[in-house]
């Protein structure tokens, strides 16, 4: 993909420097992403608190069917909020958006801690999910817009720095939680928590402002011009250039809508420009290939993986568990300080392309741990009381122990001493402790000779490489990887189809998130985990290619030069052709002065 020189919309030379910046867009920037947060923390906590639900009062019987809806009806709901909230946010605004989410938000961690029965708690979690969707599609296009062109990239990462943050902080109190009656009353503090953050944001944002493009474009011309003057701390430099900028490319683009003729719905006119069209497809795209680099399957999963990868201790899976998402929570403070230094598409694809190496490591890793597991007895050699009629028995006979604990009917039942075993079926009422039929039977409440049962745990001597190999994936992952879509997306349109292809690309990023959410147990038992990694790593190096070929460097372009990085050299000509007509148009009436208020000010 080729540089375009910049091209400022207005034809007004950019300020030699730097604006010198006060705290207001920090704490505008801070209220934001609390968004973030949000997001990371709802996603992350329902696992601690799904120990205990199934078993609380009210909330009992709790069947898996349930519990898995609970889990992933908040990212399916996010699915449906990114789409909606494209359309809300240009009728109404991105600050009442925003204000929409955290209401929603607050009410839906209420509901969820105050519920009485699954019902009441299905609904929390719906309104969860809505919110969350809409926080995920809004907040980077209200920084996108707000912030300096110099600080935007860093602002929009604080965003996915903030996601990090809020699955650490879920992990820890999901943890802290727990000690406090958690049948009872634990599990629903998990919840009642998030209310907090949301809450503030709620009141930040009953102060904060809408942002100057929107505000631009639907006729509040004061308005657009006291936000700049706060966003730029009164430089006048700049609040002049960015004015000019914000009012020759709403003029050019209504010129262009003139003369294309277009009418109809957003999503048509993105259909009918090419060069839009280009953008969407590749922001929809890079926030696919995130999820297709396997990164939910790693944080939702991680007790799972702890715990296949040897370790047995409950407290010890928990603490790896925190140290985990430590690792995940470090890495996006890379891309924050480095991205308007060195840009977008190096950071983009050293992570992708450490994040390949880490895949294939943590496939390594799990393949070692396959290969070192204990064997299974040939089957002919199955004794004991057992019956290969049973339901399941079957499905796991001929393995050796890793992959019999990561089939889900089955378990290992071994010879303490010689550590070799049968694949077995798992009792129906306590799978984690008897096998329904051979020699892990229960017999008046324990397992009657030499042998013990494991359901998730096979003895290895491997047992720190995958955590380690996970621990490296995260870190790579999230120093590029869990920012850049973000970034990229909240800059790659043009004011008119902003929200719809942000929403769109949110959109793609939720519905990844299900299907590999959902698909990793089952592809685990068919290709093994260390066949699903590689799998992940596979998918990540077309990523790498198509970062490559099609992702344009952004960095330095303002807001409004960006579409033009999507166009063909021809779609450019013309483009810049049109802007220049608009530039000559635009400047005539800057330079004439009107009495305003006792006060000589610019016409527009
Ligand atoms: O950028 C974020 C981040 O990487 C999160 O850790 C992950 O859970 C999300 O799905 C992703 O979109």
Redesign the pocket.
Known sequence: MVAIAAISSSGRDKPASNPRLGLFVYILASAAVIGGFL??YD??VVSAAMLYMPDAPGLKPMDTVWQEVLVSISPGMAAVGSLMSGTSSDYIGRRKVILGASAIFTLGALVCAASVNKIMLLIGRILLGIAIGFA?MIVPVYLGETAPTHIRGMLVSAF?LM??FG?VVANVTGGAFSYIDPYNVGWRLMFAFAAVPSLIQFVCFIFLPETPRWLYENGFEEETREVLEKVYNGDKEWVEYEMAEIIAFNEDQAKENAQNQHSGPVIWRILKTPHVLKACFIGSML?AF??LAG??TI?YYTADIIRSSGISNNHTTIWISVGLSVC?FIGPFIPMSLIEKVGRRILFLFSCGLVVLSLIFIGVAFLLVNHDSAATFPANQYTGNFNSSYPDAKGCFPRNCDFCVTTDACGFCHDANTKQGYCLPASSDDPEVFSSTGSCTSTNGSISNNFKWEKYYCDTRFTLLPIIACGVYLLT??SG???L??VLNSEFYPMWARSTCVSISTTS?WVF?LIIALTYLSLTQVIGKYGAFWLYAGLTVIAFVFILFLVPETKGYSIEEVEMLFMNKKQRREAETRRRETVTEVRSRMNSTVSFGGQQVHKY
Do not use: E
Request: no cysteine.
């Open positions: 997001f990371g996603t992350s995920s996915a996601i990090s699955q926030q995130q999820q990164i939910n944080l995940n992952f999230s990887f869990t920012s879509p973000w990023n998130n």
